[in-house]
C-alpha cells in the first residue's frame, strides 16, 4: 500500500527549514534596526540635559509594534530640537530648521512643499489652453 503524503520527518524537516529561514530573516532585518536605534540614543546623549527635547532611552520605544509608526516622527522631532538647542549652547551655525525637510510630498515640508523652490511645485501635467 502507497501512501501520497509526507513522513512525519520529512513534515519536521520542511518546517525546521521554514523557522530557520523566518528566524534568519527576522535577525537580518533586526541587526540594521537596533544599530539605527542605538545612533539616535546616542546622539541624544550627546546634547547637554538642558537642551534634550525628550530622554535617550525613549528611542526604544520604537520597538512598540503600532506604536512605532507614530513614535518614530516624534522621535526625529525631538532630535532634531535637541541637535537645534546644542548648536546653538555650542555657537555652531546650524541650518534654519533642522529636520525639517524629513518630510516631503505636498503637504509636508519636504520637496515639493510649501517651503520648496520653484521646481519642486511645478505641476504635474502642463495647463490647458484655454484659447
Not at 525639517?100 to 520653484?118: E, K, N, Q, T, Y
Request: contains cysteine.
Amino acid at each position: 500500500m502507497e501512501t501520497s503524503g509526507l513522513q512525519p520527518a520529512q513534515a519536521a524537516g520542511i518546517i525546521g527549514l521554514v523557522f530557520t529561514i523566518l528566524l534568519i530573516t527576522f535577525a537580518v532585518l533586526l541587526v540594521p534596526f537596533i544599530f539605527y536605534l542605538l545612533t539616535l540614543q546616542k546622539a541624544l546623549k550627546r546634547c547637554s540635559p538642558e537642551v534634550r527635547a525628550m530622554e535617550p532611552a525613549m528611542v526604544w520605544l520604537m520597538f512598540i509594534p503600532l506604536f512605532n509608526i507614530v513614535w518614530h516622527f516624534i522621535v526625529v522631532g525631538n532630535l532634531a530640537k535637541s541637535l537645534a538647542g546644542e548648536f546653538r549652547r555650542r555657537g555652531i551655525a546650524e541650518e534654519p530648521a533642522p529636520g525639517a525637510r524629513a518630510g516631503g510630498g505636498p503637504w509636508g515640508p519636504g520637496p515639493g512643499g510649501p517651503r520648496a523652490g520653484r521646481a519642486g511645485r511645478l505641476p504635474l501635467r502642463p495647463a490647458r489652453s484655454t484659447k
